[in-house]
């Protein structure tokens, strides 16, 4: 089997993000040292020895990837909050496979699940998990799992987009990471601008976190800041009001753009407790991220939080990211319209990973996988997800923060 199942087509085919966070910890933490952990939480999804061997292949050839030309100017005219400095960073950036140790672990004579290990400096290894996540999902559908077929993607993905603008949702697509495939995620962007386009309403496709396919189709790179921000400042200046630190790092580096907040990392309210702190950051930050949890109770409380502060909601933006499907986009649209709240949507898997079984009405699951940073300078990171199932890291530092948020409930 030829790793070209999979190979990384360009450096920009990762979310925005990776990108932004890259140049925050070129600024901030050039020297720290990180690791990764890689988690399959379906433990029905296993490999065979053949799928291993061409996914290993294809980590190595990531060293071929660079920045082009087209590429590097592209990025310095449509991205301003870039600079000179990281743009020439990214430019001679190369992927160091030798930072990846991928390992088979056999379950039986012909399968196994595989483990993946990230280390090395956290500005060079922050770009591995994105297109890493990618190229595995796309070994596993075209060696493994591979009774499905793209017939009916086009035109499902154009309805979708349609539901969602007629209904005035504002929409960037989000699925990079658990695509089924390139050529999926490609089907997929070009059905929703031709939805976008032929759709008269408020509703609209404004971008794609993929910085590829934006540059593409001439699209808006979508995204600001993950996790791993919060994670990794979190474990290095300390957990005690962690998301204000972060926060002012971030826009020291940012301090007129990208002011997107995601507010789970060690739980929503102990975000909003930081945030309703400094009123004069919560006007000038542009909204905020939910990521997991109920988010019709979120929409509540984030519209609390901006009346007590003196804050008129409608001036912020809500992105709703976790899980959406175009029937709960839509339900959050009818809250958000009765709360008064200005929202849009990041949509993912259900987009890039929504196939069927060949001939069969019977569902063809996405991988449920993450790749979350683990630790920078030997320091343990974690997350306090508002969902319980999506808590990660060392637990004893987990029980830890969550004693320094009274969440010991949690």
Not at 270 to 298: T, V
Request: hydrophobic residues 40%.
């Amino acid at each position: 089997m030829s790793a070209n199942v999979a190979s990384p087509r360009s450096i920009l085919d990762t979310d925005l993000y990776k990108i932004t966070m890259q140049q925050a910890v070129l600024r901030v933490f050039p020297h720290t040292q990180a690791s990764y952990k890689f988690t399959m939480r379906d433990k029905s999804a296993v490999f065979t020895p053949d799928a291993f061997r061409v996914f290993q292949q294809t980590v190595d050839r990531f060293g071929d990837v660079k920045l082009t030309e087209s590429e590097h100017a592209w990025l310095k005219e449509t991205c301003p909050y870039l600079t000179d400095e990281y743009l020439s960073y990214l430019r001679d950036y190369r992927f160091r496979p030798e930072q990846v140790h991928v390992a088979f672990v056999p379950t039986s004579a012909d399968s196994g699940t595989i483990k993946i290990d990230i280390a090395g400096p956290w500005v060079e290894t922050i770009l591995w998990e994105v297109p890493l996540m990618a190229c595995l999902s796309e070994v596993y559908f075209k060696l493994v799992v591979t009774n499905w077929t793209y017939d009916g993607q086009k035109d499902l993905a154009y309805e979708k987009g349609r539901t969602l603008f007629q209904g005035d949702c504002v929409v960037s697509e989000f699925g990079t990471r658990r695509r089924r495939s390139f050529e999926a995620q490609n089907v997929v962007i070009e059905s929703l601008l031709r939805a976008s386009k032929e759709t008269e309403s408020k509703g609209k496709l404004v971008g794609t976190s993929n910085v590829h396919f934006a540059h593409k189709y001439g699209l808006m790179p979508v995204g600001t800041i993950a996790h791993e921000w919060f994670m990794g400042v979190a474990a290095l200046k300390g957990y005690e009001d962690a998301n204000s630190v972060a926060m002012n790092l971030w826009e020291e580096v940012y301090p007129a753009a990208l002011l997107v907040a995601l507010t789970d990392t060690f739980s929503s309210e102990a975000f909003f407790k930081s945030y309703s702190n400094d009123k004069e950051r919560a006007s000038r930050w542009q909204g905020l991220r939910q990521d997991s949890g109920d988010p019709f109770a979120f929409g509540v409380r984030a519209k609390e939080v901006f009346d007590s502060l003196g804050i008129d909601p409608r001036t912020k933006t809500i992105i709703y990211s976790d899980s959406l499907t175009v029937e709960k986009a839509l339900r959050l649209k009818a809250q958000a319209n009765d709360l008064g709240l200005n929202v849009s949507f990041g949509i993912g898997t259900f987009l890039t990973n929504d196939f069927k079984k060949a001939g069969s009405l019977e569902v063809s699951k996405a991988l449920n996988m993450v790749i979350k940073l683990s630790s920078v300078d030997d320091q343990a990171c974690v997350k306090i997800s508002d969902d319980l199932t999506k808590n990660t890291g060392d637990p004893e530092t987990v029980k830890m923060v969550k004693r320094i948020y009274n969440l010991d409930s949690v």
